[in-house]
């Protein structure tokens, strides 16, 4: 009965690993619409200096110069911004 506890435990844990992995691969990439979306988004609410700060943050002078590799740290800190706490 041990043994069975055991292997239903190793089976468990098994499992959860492969979900977390699945889970990982079922995001999405940020798409270049998702970024200028967000970055409108937050310039209209009167935060447009600090867009341009966040584009020139990522060494470019227009989001189209941005890396898609660099897309979700964009979002990512675009969020931030005006959501000081």
């Given at each position: ?60 002078t227009k ?11 964009v ?11």
């Amino acid at each position: 009965m041990e043994d069975m506890v055991t292997k239903l435990r190793t089976a468990a844990q098994l499992i959860n690993e492969v979900a977390e992995e699945l889970g990982k691969s079922e995001e999405k990439p940020v798409t270049f619409i998702e970024v200028r979306t967000i970055l409108a988004e937050k310039a209209g609410k009167g935060f447009a200096d600090e867009v341009k700060a966040l584009i020139k943050k990522h060494n470019a002078t227009k989001l189209s110069d941005i890396p898609e590799t660099e897309y979700a740290d964009v979002v990512k800190e675009a969020e931030a911004i005006g959501n000081a706490s």
